[in-house]
């Protein structure tokens, strides 16, 4: 029997020139075009790309071409479903980098189509492919922890101002609009990998705390985002959104009937397990420090390289092409993934509502997704720089005069802006 080939193309060649060498070399796929409509993006990676890789400038062009049989959409923060329907709409797979949806009406909408085209979706959300959260889930499907039942999952980046304003130029760039419970997967999703987890509900508060970005033009004043999340079997997760307290790290913990297990502290390829001394498994020490391997087999444990995110995108990509090529559905489907988009904007509703506890709805049911259809209150700006929700836990925030100037020259001066 022929094996089958995966033809991909690739929508934003900055976040998305990661994954160019990736797809040109994993076995089952072949990347033939990529899209963006930066001049510098596209260069950057002209280097990298084969000579039968198409370029286009144009995404209706590109989407139209025939070229590909899936696309991974690695655009702007708040724009994948109107382009992921496009693409499933025309019969293409899906591949979205980030949150997949913005609202609420995005995450029905979403699942509508992956049901009515019967294309594909996959989220290519990366870290729980970390070499520790794929030990941890090893040793947590063994049934040695017994039941899952508080977990903790952080993702902190701090920045300094003028790395902000390199990160968002222009007042409306959605970076600048950002809420902090937004950006969740990377500590949500580890925890769900891990545990094999469903969401239920969600509470949220936040951190607000202007005085760290003066100088920016950042309609955000919340450094950090705490949710307490309820699984569908009673267990709790706390999670951070994209936290910027001082030191950058990733830190996971599994705490269960039995014994707990943690990534050692600014180590993603390390982890401390203690049981307690009456449940220690034959073979097993109470406490113990072990070295994290994605899998047992030597084999796969060579192929990630020197893929970005600790190996995840390596790992993304692989999973997809096996979804695609022999329909191995993934753990992030797409009712997983816009679970973690409503609990990301019902979180936020939380924070500003005193910590009200929201139901996450089960999205693979048709009756629960209708109560949500028409919801389309987002915190990201038009043209105009109009929202419909704001994007701050403290809904009249807005950076000075100074803090605009400030920013609007940082960006003329690194030729952001013109």
């Not at 022929?2 to 900055?14: P, S």
């Not at 089952?28 to 890789?53: F, P, Q, Y």
């Not at 049989?69 to 979205?96: Q, T």
């Not at 444990?301 to 979804?323: C, E, I, L, Q, S």
Request: glycine share 8%.
């Amino acid at each position: 029997m022929e094996k089958k080939i995966m033809r991909i193309g690739i929508l934003g060649t900055l976040r998305g020139g990661s994954y160019v060498d990736i797809f040109q070399k994993l076995d089952g796929a072949k990347l033939t075009a990529v899209c963006d409509n930066s001049a510098r993006s596209i260069n950057n990676v002209k280097g990298i790309l084969k000579e039968d890789v198409k370029i286009f400038t144009d995404f209706d062009e590109f989407i139209d071409s025939g070229l590909f049989d899936a696309v991974m959409l690695c655009n702007y923060f708040y724009e994948h479903v109107p382009f992921a329907v496009k693409a499933m709409e025309r019969g293409i797979h899906v591949l979205s980098e980030c949150t997949p949806a913005l609202t609420m009406a995005e995450c029905v909408q979403l699942c509508r189509t992956v049901e009515k085209t019967g294309c594909k979706y996959m989220l290519a959300e990366n870290y729980p492919f970390f070499a520790c959260n794929m030990e941890m889930k090893r040793r947590f499907d063994t049934g040695n922890f017994g039941r899952a039942l508080f977990c903790e999952g952080e993702y902190n980046h701090p920045v300094t101002p003028h790395d902000k304003n390199m990160l968002s130029p222009g007042q409306f760039h959605w970076r600048n609009w950002l809420p902090r419970p937004y950006y969740l997967t990377h500590a949500l999703a580890p925890i769900l990998y891990i545990t094999g987890n469903n969401l239920k509900a969600v509470n949220c508060k936040q951190v607000f705390a202007p005085d760290s970005i003066k100088g920016t033009a950042c309609r955000v004043g919340d450094m950090v985002a705490i949710m307490l999340c309820e699984m569908d079997d009673g267990s709790l997760a706390r999670v951070t959104g994209c936290a910027a307290w001082g030191g950058h790290g990733n830190w996971y913990r599994i705490c269960a009937e039995k014994g707990n297990m943690e990534n050692v502290r600014g180590s993603l390829d390390q982890i401390r397990v203690q049981y307690n001394s009456w449940n220690v498994p034959e073979g097993e020490s109470e406490v113990s420090t072990h070295p994290a391997r994605w899998y047992e087999e030597d084999s796969l444990n060579a192929m990630p390289g020197n893929a970005g995110h600790g190996g995840g995108d390596f790992w993304v990509a692989y999973h997809f092409t096996k979804y695609v090529n022999e329909d191995i559905e993934p753990f992030f489907n797409v009712y997983r993934s816009v679970a973690m988009s409503a609990t990301a904007v019902l979180a936020l509703r939380s924070s500003q509502n005193g910590g009200k506890e929201y139901k996450i709805p089960d999205f693979t049911k048709e009756e629960e997704r209708v109560l949500w259809e028409n919801d389309h209150d987002s915190p990201f700006p038009d043209t105009d720089g109009n929202t419909t929700m704001p994007c701050c836990s403290h809904p009249d925030y807005m950076p000075t005069e100074e803090d605009f100037a400030n920013a609007e020259k940082e960006w003329r001066e690194a030729g952001l802006i013109e």
